[in-house]
């Protein structure tokens, strides 16, 4: 037996311990990999918006003007701390810690996660106070399209996540809400990668 | 508040302008007048058409069985079913459009009876109609119902995700008809080219009908290429490797990676024009470093392997026309694989060519030009391969036979026009004339069209357990292959006299008599489409002679002929098993067709769902809101689909489960059937005793 059995999709497997669920996963697991492939290519061309607009500032503020880089390290640090925080939870989901612990882990990812977006508003609030707003130019509508749409997903991944620890509160760990919380680990790390994208294309890039 | 100020909260910026005759009665000019009844019309059979449904709902006692068996279904056949249903609506619309702008142009010397308005309402719905709510549907709904019964599945992976995908796209489609009763559509085009549709120039609702109709059916796009992809990987019934994978499954799998890849540069470039309509973003204005190319590329990123999402399942059909009325297997399989992977690829390489004349240099249009004429490469190979399929083969000329045949011999001249496209330097002499009209049509009417309908024939008695009758197929085949050629080969003449497209009249008077033979063209297509109507009708009268319940009546060669005609829900009793291409024609040479299995299972089919309808049903009303700036039910359609996504989180009694002595007593008493059924041969193919057996002995002999 190699150290590969049971790996079936890509990412962390549940392992055929956990029987029905484990087969389920094929082809469900399987299916969100194909919609963030979709959705990695929404974000890409979002992404060249935003490279073919960087010099469009219209006579009005450019990137030096608008960002803040301490902020947006601490974002950055929030955000890998929750990617981290929700591979322990998953991983007590893999090896069937107990569920206490599970939530634990996902009650510190959701903390994690909005207090990301906290500093991210106040991140936008800033720059529209400083003359940054979406519509003064080719430049700011490129931002405000980029950034906002990766703190939609994680504001989408919080209410996700609220609505999974509700399920598990009502049903347990049954096969359906483990589903539910590997395709949102999915989605979380999917959206770190997107971060740090975010991180080296706009902010550092835009600082240079 | 002021009176005014409460009443836009309410309805926004619907008013009495909003209705289509307003005008007219305000300023009873004879244009008006006559743009007026047109569209007052258009309005009228709209809200008959659903109160005249309604009724007869309500007459038949159908608002229950509507729901319950319909509606609320999972199953991929009865989606596939109303995928197609939506599709012949929309494109009854679109063509009557057709109709009446060709009528505009026979008599459009010096003015014509349309304003340029209402003329480029017509063009931009023609186009956003047939494209996205005729052949998006009738495909997607050709793959639902076919393509699972193909590998031997149960249902697709998602069937849920089903359900939603059709109530989105029927929601666009809903936008789109509620448009000819509520203010207008878009003026724009089916691309919607910004600076043009920003609110800068055209401030009304137009655009943002097009916008929400369009991202509503995108979204179901997406989400139905991810669910077919996903079943082709996942579901395929045991031996059913890749490369035994029947040729429209392959087409499927195809049209599936490019709705996933392509349907994302139209969300973006739809969400972009929409934030700078509603809250004045910069992307695609004029000033402020707005770059209106950049929506022109998106779009087309979009809208190049769109063009092949349609046509590919086309081909497909095609493939399995051809070689089961030819009695042959398809001359070149893996060929014919490969082509349609390569065109699949290429279709990303080649979006440039929509704008050679857009400003980019003379090398950068040499190398999507090239790209471009490559694609002539793999198409040319397909339509070899259907050549030699039928080549010495026992070619029966039935009605989705009348259509491939067609379809090989315009095909190829609408090719050849776009190879000559593909050239930049001749695309800059006839760019925006008619004969890029005549081009994409001859493309899309025999390519795509005649694909669907030869699909919808072939496959109709698989569905619906009875034949449709030959000879109004044959007929109307004939009139829709006669009414192209019509309709379109004047344009690439007038083309190349300069005739310019989506210009409401003309003053040049050589071009009255061809546009008059185009508009004879128009009129003979109008007799096609009352011909497959007609068709219906007799065949559903008669549909007791044309029974064929052994479910085989074109001596099949894929899984889905080897099941009763209509299938039971479950499709299969128990999964086949694979160990050729053509799996269906191998088990009838091999005797082994036709056999109870050993032991039978219980099986599990999803229940019904509400999740899809009521998205559909939110969706549209928050759409609905946005164009109207009705704020309070955009907010309350967006939370009460985000709440329906939630709730069905929450649902876990989502299977039910049919016993296995229920599944071997069906089974054991349609294999009765069949063995009580007499067998024809192909040449009796089209008379009463075809009752779905078909014989196998010349075959036997033969061999």
Redesign the interface.
Request: charged share 20%; no cysteine; proline share 2%.
């Given at each position: 037996m190699s150290r590969y059995e049971n790996f079936d999709y890509p990412g962390l497997n549940l392992g055929g311990g956990h029987g029905e669920t484990h087969d389920a996963a094929?082809?469900t697991v399987?299916?969100f990999w194909?919609?963030l492939?979709?959705?990695a290519?929404?974000f890409g061309?979002?992404f060249a918006?935003y490279v073919?607009?960087v010099h469009?500032?219209?006579g009005g503020p450019g990137p030096k003007d608008l960002y803040d880089i301490k902020s947006v390290f601490i974002e950055t640090m929030l955000l890998l701390w929750s990617s981290f925080t929700f591979g322990m939870a998953s991983l007590a989901l893999k090896y069937r810690h107990s569920t206490p612990r599970l939530i634990g882990w996902l009650l510190v990812t959701l903390a994690l996660g909005l207090a990301f977006l906290g500093f991210e508003t106040h991140d936008f609030l800033t720059m529209i106070a400083k003359g940054g707003s979406?519509?003064?130019?080719?430049?700011?509508?490129?931002f405000?399209?980029l950034v906002p749409l990766h703190g939609l997903h994680v504001t989408a991944g919080c209410?996700w996540l609220l609505?999974?620890l509700?399920?598990v509160a009502?049903?347990g760990l049954?096969s359906?809400t483990k589903l539910?919380i590997m395709r949102l680990a999915l989605f979380w790390h999917f959206l770190d990668i997107v971060w740090l994208a975010i991180f080296s294309v706009v902010y550092l890039a835009g600082l240079a | 508040m002021t009176g005014g100020g409460i009443l836009y909260g309410l309805i926004g910026r619907l008013s009495m302008h909003s209705l289509p005759f307003y005008d007219m009665t305000q300023d009873p000019t004879t244009t008006n007048l006559i743009n007026g009844s047109i569209a007052g019309f258009a309005a009228c059979a709209v809200v008959l058409g659903a109160i005249v449904v309604a009724g007869l709902l309500t007459y038949f006692r159908g608002w229950r069985p509507l729901w319950f068996d319909w509606l609320t279904s999972t199953d991929h056949k009865k989606i596939g079913i109303m995928y197609i249903v939506m599709a012949f609506v929309m494109l009854a619309r679109a063509l009557i459009e057709a109709g009446l702008m060709r009528a505009q142009k026979a008599w459009g010397l010096g003015g014509g009876f349309l304003t340029p308005d209402h003329f480029a309402q017509l063009f931009s719905t023609h186009g956003t109609i047939m494209i996205f709510f005729m052949a998006m549907p009738f495909l997607v709904g050709l793959i639902n119902y076919v393509m699972p019964l193909q590998i031997g599945a149960r249902d697709v992976s998602f069937p849920v995700m089903n359900s939603i995908s059709l109530m989105l796209t029927a929601a666009g489609a809903m936008l789109v008809m509620v448009s000819l009763v509520f203010g207008e559509f878009s003026t724009g085009g089916w691309f919607g080219y910004p600076p043009y549709t920003e609110a800068t120039f055209t401030p009304g609702v137009g655009p943002d009908y097009w916008i929400w109709a369009l991202s509503l059916s995108g979204l179901g796009s997406t989400l139905t290429g991810i669910n077919f992809a996903v079943t082709i990987y996942k579901e395929r019934a045991p031996g059913m490797k890749l490369m035994r994978m029947p040729l429209f499954t392959w087409a499927a799998l195809c049209t599936s990676i490019l709705m996933i890849f392509a349907m994302p540069p139209l969300t973006v470039a739809t969400a972009q024009l929409a934030l700078d309509r509603y809250l004045g973003f910069h992307f695609f204005t004029n000033g402020f470093g707005g770059n209106m190319m950049h929506f022109v590329n998106l779009f087309w990123m979009f809208g190049h392997p769109e063009v092949y999402i349609i046509i590919i399942p086309a081909f497909g059909v095609y493939s399995e026309v051809v070689s089961t009325y030819s009695g042959k297997a398809l001359y070149g399989y893996r060929s014919m694989v490969l082509a349609i992977m390569c065109i699949a690829i290429l279709s990303f390489t080649v979006w440039l060519h929509h704008f050679f004349t857009m400003g980019q240099n003379a090398s950068i249009n040499a190398v999507f030009g090239i790209a471009s004429m490559l694609i002539g490469i793999p198409t040319g190979v397909k339509i070899y391969n259907w050549l030699w399929t039928m080549f010495r083969g026992r070619v029966r000329v039935t009605t989705p036979m009348v259509y491939a045949i067609g379809f090989m011999v315009l095909f190829v001249l609408g090719g050849m026009s776009g190879i000559l496209l593909a050239n930049p330097s001749i695309d800059y002499q006839v760019h925006n004339t008619v004969f890029l009209v005549a081009h994409f049509h001859n493309v899309a009417i025999p390519g795509v069209l005649f694909g669907m309908l030869a699909g919808y024939h072939f496959w109709f008695p698989k569905a619906f357990g009875f034949r449709l009758n030959e000879r109004w197929g044959i007929f109307s085949a004939l009139c829709w292959n006669l009414g192209f050629m019509l309709a379109f080969f004047p344009l690439y003449a007038l083309g190349i006299m300069g005739m310019p497209r989506r210009t409401v009249a003309y003053n040049q008077p050589a071009y009255v008599p061809l546009d008059m033979v185009a508009f004879a063209g128009a009129l003979v297509i109008g007799v096609a489409l009352a011909a497959i109507v007609i068709q219906l009708l007799v065949s559903i009268r008669h549909r007791d002679e044309n029974r064929v319940p052994a479910g085989d009546p074109w001596d099949g060669r894929s899984l889905e002929w080897s099941i009763s005609a209509p299938p039971p829900e479950y499709n299969f009793p128990c999964l086949p098993e694979v160990d050729d291409r053509d799996a269906f024609t191998a088990a009838k040479e091999y005797g082994v067709a036709y056999r109870a299995p050993k032991e039978y299972s219980d099986i599990t089919v999803p229940k019904n769902s509400a999740t899809g309808p009521l998205l559909g049903a939110f969706g549209f009303g928050s759409a609905f809101g946005l164009v109207w700036h009705i704020w309070w039910l955009t907010i309350l359609g967006a939370l009460l689909a985000v709440a329906t996504v939630i709730a069905r989180g929450y649902a876990r009694d989502t299977e039910k489960t049919i016993p296995a002595h229920k599944v071997k007593q069906e089974y054991e008493r349609w294999l009765r059937l069949v063995r009580a059924t007499a067998p024809v041969t192909r040449a009796r193919e089209a008379s009463p005793v075809n009752q779905g057996l078909a014989d196998q002995t010349a075959l036997r002999e033969s061999s």
């Open positions: 094929k082809t399987f299916g194909v919609f492939m979709s959705d290519i929404i061309l979002v918006t073919a607009s469009a500032t219209a979406p519509e003064r130019s080719g430049f700011t509508s490129a405000f399209d209410i609505a999974l509700g399920q009502r049903y049954d359906r539910g | -």
